[in-house]
Structure formats: structure tokens, C-alpha cells
């Protein structure tokens, strides 16, 4: 049968409410379900095997959605998923250091007792998990989609869980990693590092907006080097790492839907930027922020509140342009236009470039205007269905 426990208004989010639930049940493992989360009947088949290894703390199985098609937001988020469940978490457990996701996880019940039961934060999943490597338990990843949940539909949802993520992430690197290090290996010591990096993303995106502008303005160059140099030195690691990725998908896991060119999660990556940034900043100053959970459903937005930062640097953007245009149509010499062509120009391109990708940003945040019809639950496409693995 089935316990209803009323854990309302209980201290320290889900991992609280989680806490409290191992205080009033006794069974051996526990099955963390997001509540829209729906499990395919097959999900402990799936999993339990994996736990009679008394060695093993926790099975992590594949997060995948059913409500991806219902936006531009719902799909760009989507797949920027798609790489982690696949490729990188299978790494990670290669690597000893596969993380629990806080949805779709089996904990064995002694493994959280032993680090004083499921750690609470912004990023609780990551907390629990080093504690739980640090204390000598392995964890186990399953490549394979056994449930699926909803993505967020909306721009602001979006953002609201990034800054959630970004800030806990930050928190696990600067205070759970250095009281863990000495129970890791030196692979999970190096994968919790990197994990820890991901959201300087935000960072290195304003260097890189910044990088293009203050030449055009001021004239301070990064480097000194012919077109053509640049050219030989940077295609062949772009060409590399989109070789690369597409190489990894192979390993995704569920490859009819996911496969392909990922241009809405990376347009939606750009776009949340100014979000990483905000998230590295109160990092960096441990402030406090409450934890917020993910809407359910879309929700309606005011497109300037969540475009402003993305407008803002169209209008840098077109101003530059404008400058930078009179200054070489009507005050640099004759002789000097040449020898800078090569530079001014690349600078545009990459200037060019940058609000490209932003306009990702600016199409979510016009979108999140209105909702999606009905509710995302109500019809689910047949590739996201359950498939059949008895034949």
C-alpha cells in the first residue's frame, strides 16, 4: 500500500521534506520522484539489481521530458540536457563520480543515514552526492529513460532555476568540495572541480561580449595576428569540438529525439548569461537566496524585464556599428583604413556574432508573453511514450 505523509511547511525545501520522510518510513531504498515526474512501469527493473552490490549508495537513471515540443524555452532547455544524461554523466561514472539529479534517484536507505540523511541546499543533489563518495559509497548511472518529467516552459522559470543552480553549485564548490576533497579520489576530486566550473560560463560570456567592443571603441587589442593566422589556429578546434560533439551523441539516451544540431539550448545558454554572472557574484559573497522551485506550467512574463540585458546590447551593438562606420567613412586616413581593415571588421564579426546568439534570449522572452495551450500533461507525443523491452 501507499503512506501519505503531510510534510507542509517543514524547514529546508525538498531535501527537508525528504529528511522527514526517512524519519517516519524504515524501508531499505528510496525512490526521490519529482512530482511531475511520471515513472514507466518498468523503472525499478530498471534500477534495484544495481543495489545488491552493498558497496553501491545510489542508482541515477536518465532525466528526460515529455513537454519539450510545447516551446522554444521547453525545447532549448531540453537539450541542454541531452549531452549531460548521455555522454557526460556516463563519464562521470566512469570516473567513479556519477551525481544524483534530485529527481529519479535510489538512495539505500544506510548510505544517507551514514552522512546524516539527504544534505539540504540550493543544490541538495550535488551536496548529497559528494558526501555520500566522500564517505566510500559508490554510485551507479543508468543510461536509459524510465520516466519522464516536465522542462520549463517559460523564459522566467527558466532563469529563476539557473540562478537556483548556478548559486548552488557555487555553493557546493566553495564550501562541500574542500571538506570532501580528502575522502575523493583524485577522478572525483577533478569531475566535481569541473562540474563546479560550468556556470563561469557567465563570466567568460561578458569577456568575450566586452572583448570586441573595446577595441571598436578604444582600439585595445587582445592579440596581434593576420586574419589568416587567426583563421588556421581557430577553425581547426572549432571544427574539433563540433566533430566532437556530435561524435558523443552516439552515446545520448534516447538518440530519436535528441540527435541532431543543438541551436535552441546553445542560443538559451547565451541568453543566461547575465543570469550565470548573478549566480557566480552571490556565489562569491555567499549571500543567501531562497530556494525556488521550478514552475509547472508556464507562466506569463513582461518581455522587457526579461530581454532588457539582451536589448541592451543591440543598442551598443548598433550605436558601435553606427561609430564605427562614420569614423571610417569620414575621419580615418586613406593609408590607416587599410592596415585595420582586417581588425575592425573581425571585431564586427564577432560583435555580429554575439547578438546573434542572443536573440535567442530575446525570441524566449517575446514568447513568454503567452502561454502554451492546455496544460503540458494533457497529450504527450508517441516518441515519449514508454518502449517496449520484452521483445
Not at 163 to 177: D, I, N, T
Not at 194 to 216: E, H, R, S
Not at 289 to 308: C, D, H, N, S, V
Request: hydrophobic fraction near 45%.
Amino acid at each position: 500500500g501507499a503512506v501519505w505523509l503531510e510534510l507542509v511547511g517543514l524547514p529546508g525545501a525538498k531535501a527537508g521534506k525528504i529528511n522527514a520522510a526517512l524519519a517516519r518510513t524504515d524501508e531499505d531504498f528510496i525512490l526521490v520522484l519529482d512530482p511531475d515526474h511520471v515513472p514507466f512501469p518498468d523503472f525499478l527493473d530498471r534500477v534495484l539489481g544495481h543495489l545488491h552490490d552493498p558497496e553501491v549508495g545510489f542508482v541515477q537513471v536518465a532525466q528526460a521530458y515529455y513537454n519539450q515540443a510545447r516551446s522554444f524555452t521547453a525545447r532549448g532547455a531540453a537539450e541542454q540536457t541531452y549531452a549531460f544524461y548521455g555522454p557526460t554523466q556516463m563519464g562521470l561514472y566512469g570516473h567513479g563520480g556519477a551525481v544524483a539529479i534530485g529527481a529519479n534517484c535510489t538512495f539505500r536507505r544506510a548510505a544517507l543515514a551514514s552522512i546524516g540523511g539527504h544534505g539540504v541546499g540550493l543544490a541538495e543533489d550535488l551536496v548529497t552526492s559528494i558526501r555520500l563518495h566522500a564517505a566510500g559509497w559508490r554510485s551507479v548511472y543508468v543510461p536509459e529513460v524510465v520516466s519522464r518529467g516536465l522542462v520549463p516552459e517559460d523564459l522566467g522559470s527558466f532563469y529563476r532555476q539557473q540562478l537556483k543552480w548556478s548559486r548552488g553549485v557555487f555553493e557546493v564548490l566553495f564550501s562541500e568540495v574542500p571538506r570532501a576533497f580528502p575522502g575523493l579520489s583524485w577522478r572525483q576530486r577533478l569531475s566535481y572541480l569541473a562540474i563546479g566550473t560550468y556556470y563561469l560560463f557567465g563570466l567568460t560570456t561578458l569577456m568575450y561580449l566586452v572583448i570586441p567592443y573595446l577595441y571598436l571603441w578604444t582600439g585595445v587589442q587582445p592579440a596581434s595576428m593576420p586574419f589568416e593566422e587567426f583563421v588556421a589556429i581557430g577553425a581547426p578546434v572549432a571544427l574539433v569540438g563540433v566533430a566532437t560533439y556530435l561524435y558523443a551523441q552516439r552515446w545520448l539516451c534516447h538518440p530519436e529525439t535528441e540527435r541532431g544540431i543543438h541551436w535552441r539550448g546553445l542560443s538559451l545558454k547565451v541568453a543566461c548569461w547575465p543570469v550565470y554572472l548573478v549566480g557566480t557574484l552571490l556565489g562569491v559573497v555567499r549571500a543567501e537566496i531562497p530556494y525556488i522551485p521550478t514552475a509547472k506550467e508556464a507562466r506569463t512574463g513582461r518581455f522587457l524585464q526579461l530581454a532588457w540585458p539582451h536589448l541592451a546590447l543591440a543598442g551598443v551593438y548598433l550605436v558601435t556599428l553606427g561609430w564605427t562606420l562614420y569614423r571610417r567613412l569620414v575621419l580615418t586616413p586613406e593609408g590607416a583604413l587599410f592596415l585595420t581593415s582586417e581588425a575592425v571588421w573581425g571585431m564586427v564579426a564577432f560583435a555580429s556574432l554575439a547578438l546573434l546568439l542572443a536573440c535567442g534570449g530575446i525570441y524566449g522572452a517575446w514568447e513568454a508573453r503567452r502561454t502554451p495551450p492546455g496544460a503540458p500533461w494533457d497529450a504527450v507525443e508517441p516518441d515519449l511514450q514508454p518502449r517496449d523491452r520484452t521483445g
